[in-house]
T-cell receptor, first 111, second 116 residues
Framework: ETGVTQSPTHLIKTRGQQVTLRCSSQSGHNTVSWYQQALGQGPQFIFQYYREEENGRGNFPPRFSGLQFPNYSSELNVNALELDDSALYLC??????????FGPGTRLTVL | KNQVEQSPQSLIILEGKNCTLQCNYTVSPFSNLRWYKQDTGRGPVSLTIMTFSENTKSNGRYTATLDADTKQSSLHITASQLSDSASYICVVRYLETAEYGNKLVFGAGTILRVKS
């Protein structure tokens, strides 16, 4: 166990809906990174939050947005869901640029 | 082209046998390379981490090698068990700089299935 938790575990949505995924970082960590992992692929970097500010972003459209709270937990929001958004969403926490520890993931299915 | 390439894409072996997974990378500047084990639908769990100066690192039945000159790494699994069935992902970290931070580059993974 890494101490990083994510909720919910599984989620089913329909096209066009909006979804919010949550991540609680490990104690002492101030940075959260979000990844999308399609079936059979390696994780793809979405963005990273450091001290409540976005600190780097991958090649994802603006409908993917996030937040980090003063306790360093984080949310990933996806608007106007598309079928291709179906994936395992992983968050990883770290102490700034130190090693990243991964949570168990949230499985999102878009119908 | 992905900066981290893994082979084979998938592998089936008999319980008790050994196997070797390969990882080639072009990430530069390089900080370290990790091998992760990922069970289906779960988060990745780190097996080994190797820096530029390390050639071999073991963790129980897992032994990783790194050749930083040729930018190649391998993960050798000895005496495989049914519980070794998972995806094994090679992850390379950029050297910590203002440009790259702690950015990670993931391979697509090798899916290993151990049969009895």
């Amino acid at each position: 166990e890494t101490g990083v938790t994510q909720s919910p575990t599984h989620l089913i949505k329909t096209r066009g809906q909006q979804v919010t995924l949550r991540c609680s970082s490990q104690s002492g960590h101030n940075t959260v990174s979000w990844y999308q992992q399609a079936l059979g692929q390696g994780p793809q970097f979405i963005f990273q939050y450091y001290r409540e500010e976005e600190n780097g972003r991958g090649n994802f459209p603006p409908r993917f947005s996030g937040l980090q709270f003063p306790n360093y937990s984080s949310e990933l929001n996806v608007n106007a869901l598309e079928l291709d958004d179906s994936a395992l969403y992983l968050c990883a926490s770290s102490k700034h640029w130190d090693e990243q520890f991964f949570g168990p993931g949230t499985r999102l299915t878009v119908l | 082209k992905n900066q981290v390439e893994q082979s084979p894409q998938s592998l089936i072996i008999l319980e008790g046998k050994n196997c070797t997974l390969q990882c080639n990378y072009t990430v530069s500047p390089f900080s370290n390379l990790r091998w992760y084990k990922q069970d289906t639908g779960r988060g990745p769990v780190s097996l080994t981490i190797m820096t530029f100066s390390e050639n071999t690192k073991s963790n129980g039945r897992y032994t990783a090698t790194l050749d930083a000159d040729t930018k190649q790494s391998s993960l050798h699994i000895t005496a495989s068990q049914l519980s070794d069935s998972a995806s094994y992902i090679c992850v390379v970290r950029y050297l910590e700089t203002a440009e790259y931070g702690n950015k990670l580059v993931f391979g697509a993974g090798t899916i290993l299935r151990v049969k009895s």
